[in-house]
C-alpha cells in the first residue's frame, strides 16, 4: 500500500458554491446580520422537514440541551438520566444549570439508553430523561416504551437528536418528535452545517414561548427592552442561517449520500475478521458517521494513521472522563471506550477512497 496518497480525512465540513451563493446576496443586502428573515426561514425549514409546530434555533447543540432542561423546569440538584455513552455535551448541558446527570448503560447494538435501565435509574430527584439517539439509531427497545416510561412517571424526556437530522422511527415520526423538547446540532462534523448552531423544536406553544426568552434576555417580544422572565444570549445569525438554508437544499442527497458509503463499507468490510459496522435500518436511519466495533482498535487506528487515513475513536464511557471520575460499571458503554472507531464519514468521500480504507483494513487484519 502506498502510504503517499492523499490523505482522506476522517471527517470535513462541505460548503460550496450555493452557501457562497446565499452568502453573497445576503452580504449586498442592508443586514443586521443578527437573527432575522433567513433565521425565521431556516425554522421554518427545519420545522417543516421534523414535522414539528416550532422550531427555535441558538448558537449550538449543547445550550440548546441547557435551554430545554430550564425550559422543563430542571433545576439545580435536580436529577436528569443521561446514557453513559455520548458526547460529554449531552451530561455537560446539564452540568450548567447546576443539575445532576445520573448515568445509565446503553443497549450494545443501538448505543441508545437500556429503557430498563433508565426506569431504574430513577428517583424523586429525576426531573428529566435525556435520550441521545445515538447515529441517529432507535432504541432496540422501541420508543414508544420510552414514551410509556415518561406518561407513567410526568418525567419529560429531552431528545438530543444532534446526531439523527435525517432519521425516522419505524412509526414514520422524525427523530426527536416523541420527546417534549428535541434537540439538533449543526456543528461542522453534522450532516448539515452552519459552523456552530443548534435547533430545538416541539409541538407546544407554552414550551416554545419559553425557549424564544431564554434565548434574547426574557425579551418579551423581539425588539422590545420589556422583560419579564429572565433569558440570557443564545441567538443565531443570519449568515448561519444562510449557510443553513443552503444546506437543508442540500439534505436529500446528503442523506442518500450517506446510506450509500454506509453499504460500500458494509460490502467491503464483509468478509474482514476483525472489524464490524453497527447495524443501520437504512430505510429510516441516516448515518451521520460510520461506526464500527474494531479488534486492536488502537493498533489500527496506527496503521491507518501511516497509511494515510484519518479515524476517531468513539466517545470513552463518560463516568471514566477525567471531568467526572465517577465509579459504577457500565459494560456495554466501557466497550465503545475500547474497540469504538469512526471510519472516514464525509459526504464528499469518493468511492474510490472507500475502497482504499476497506483494502487498508483488510491488509491490516491479514498481517496480523
Ligand atoms: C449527541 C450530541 N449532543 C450534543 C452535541 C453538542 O452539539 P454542539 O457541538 O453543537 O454544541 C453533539 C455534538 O457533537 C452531539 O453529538
Not at 443586514?31 to 427545519?46: H, L, M
Not at 451530561?91 to 433508565?118: C, H, I, R, W, Y
Not at 468490510?269 to 443501520?280: P, Q, R, S, T
Request: charged residues 25%; aromatic residues 8%.
Amino acid at each position: 500500500m502506498n502510504n503517499i496518497q492523499e490523505f482522506i480525512p476522517q471527517m470535513r465540513p462541505l460548503f460550496g458554491a450555493e452557501e457562497k451563493a446565499e452568502l453573497m446576496a445576503y452580504l449586498e443586502e442592508d443586514g443586521f446580520f443578527t437573527e432575522f428573515k433567513k433565521t425565521e426561514a431556516f425554522e421554518r425549514q427545519i420545522a417543516e422537514y421534523v414535522g414539528a409546530k416550532h422550531c427555535v434555533v441558538v448558537n449550538n447543540g449543547t445550550v440548546s440541551l441547557t435551554l430545554a432542561a430550564i425550559a422543563l423546569g430542571v433545576g439545580p440538584g435536580d436529577e436528569v438520566i443521561v446514557p453513559d455513552y455520548t458526547m460529554i455535551a449531552t451530561p455537560n448541558s446539564v452540568k450548567m444549570l447546576g443539575a445532576v446527570p445520573v448515568f445509565v448503560d446503553v443497549e450494545p447494538d443501538t448505543l441508545v439508553m437500556d429503557v430498563k435501565l433508565a426506569r431504574a435509574a430513577i428517583t424523586p430527584r429525576t426531573k428529566a430523561i435525556l435520550l441521545v439517539s445515538a447515529n441517529g439509531r432507535a432504541p432496540r427497545a422501541g420508543i414508544t416504551a420510552f414514551e410509556d416510561l415518561s406518561r407513567e412517571t410526568g418525567i419529560p424526556i429531552i431528545e438530543d437528536a444532534a446526531q439523527s437530522l435525517g432519521s425516522f422511527y419505524s412509526d414514520g415520526r422524525h427523530i426527536g418528535r416523541a420527546g417534549a423538547i428535541a434537540s439538533l446540532s449543526f456543528s461542522a462534523p453534522k450532516i448539515i452545517s452552519t459552523g456552530q448552531g443548534g435547533a430545538l423544536f416541539t409541538d407546544d406553544d407554552t414550551l416554545a414561548d419559553k425557549l424564544r426568552r431564554l434565548k434574547d434576555f426574557g425579551r418579551a417580544s423581539g425588539g422590545t427592552d420589556i422583560h419579564d422572565s429572565i433569558g440570557f444570549n443564545f441567538k443565531f445569525t443570519e449568515l448561519q442561517a444562510c449557510v443553513g438554508l443552503a444546506q437543508m437544499r442540500q439534505l436529500p442527497d446528503r442523506i442518500s449520500r450517506k446510506k450509500d458509503i454506509w453499504r460500500r463499507y458494509q460490502d467491503g468490510l464483509a468478509d474482514v475478521k476483525g472489524i464490524k459496522l453497527f447495524e443501520h435500518d437504512l430505510e429510516l436511519c441516516s448515518p451521520w458517521f460510520i461506526d464500527c466495533r474494531a479488534e486492536r482498535r488502537d493498533q489500527l487506528v496506527s496503521y491507518l494513521k501511516e497509511h494515510g487515513i484519518g479515524t476517531r475513536t468513539m466517545y470513552p464511557p463518560i463516568h471514566q472522563q477525567k471531568a467526572y471520575s465517577l465509579s459504577g460499571t457500565y459494560e456495554v458503554a466501557e466497550s465503545i471506550g475500547r474497540d469504538g472507531l469512526w471510519l472516514p464519514s464525509m459526504i464528499q468521500l469518493q468511492d474510490t477512497q472507500i475502497e482504499r480504507v476497506c483494502n487498508a483494513i483488510a491488509a491490516f487484519y491479514c498481517e496480523l
